[in-house]
């Protein structure tokens, strides 16, 4: 009973390093989501995924790219590190004709120093 | 999708009713009332849905006006462990983006 998860939980990068965030879910969603989550401050949507091979900007897109390739899969890169993005990233999944919830994975957080 | 407002905190007796307003008087006849809610840093948690009629579920109510430009999630008895913070979010069945904005912090007072 997997649901969302998402690797790793915890890293430390340096400026100008890059990085891959890995999601994967076993619930056959067609929906998948990367969010971001500053202290204190609500979630915002990163990048969002309808479908293998679709990928749309959410609110805060900058600094990051996604694919998909698989139905599973939806991994988070980013490139040149900077300390604006240290967060704690949510990637999350969602079936439009099971109501849409969106089921959430445990997150990561990422420390850039 | 509509926008949502709901006050920053709130806080609650133990015990007693939690009652978390939204307005959303931008939403439109197709559009869902969702509330999830967020305990410390975890990954947010679905609470439950609603269109036009009230809906009730193990976990809580949600009550939506008739002209469905607000809505109210009550937890029925609040817990020391319903300390979160809670969102309420509108949007199609269908749609393919969550905004879910800063949210309620509710605090449960022993």
């Known amino acids: 009973n997997a649901g969302v998860t998402q690797t790793p939980k915890f890293r430390i990068l340096k400026i100008g390093q890059s990085m891959t965030l890995q999601c994967t879910q076993d619930?056959?969603?067609?929906?998948m989501y990367w969010y971001r989550q500053d202290p204190g401050m609500g979630l915002k949507l990163i990048y969002y995924s309808v479908g293998a091979g679709i990928t749309d900007k959410g609110e805060v897109p900058n600094g990051y790219n996604v694919s998909r390739s698989t139905t599973e899969d939806f991994p988070l890169r980013l490139e040149l590190a900077a300390p604006s993005q240290t967060s704690v990233y949510f990637c999350?999944?969602?079936?439009?004709?099971?109501?849409?919830?969106?089921?959430f994975g445990e997150g990561s957080w990422l420390t850039v120093v | 999708d509509a926008k949502t407002t709901q006050p920053t905190s709130m806080d609650c007796a133990e015990g007693r009713a939690a009652n978390l307003p939204c307005n959303h008087s931008t939403i439109s006849g197709n559009e869902y009332v969702y509330w999830y809610r967020q305990i410390h840093s975890q990954g947010p948690q679905y609470i439950i849905h609603g269109l036009k009629n009230n809906e009730t579920n193990e976990m809580a109510s949600l009550i939506i006006t008739e002209d469905r430009k607000s809505s109210t999630l009550i937890l029925p008895h609040a817990t020391l462990r319903d300390t979160a913070v809670y969102y309420c979010i509108v949007r199609t069945k269908t749609g393919n983006q969550f905004y879910f904005g800063t949210g309620t912090s509710l605090t449960v007072i022993p």
């Open positions: 619930m056959n969603h067609n929906y």
């Open positions: 999350a999944s969602s079936y439009p004709s099971s109501g849409n919830t969106i089921y």
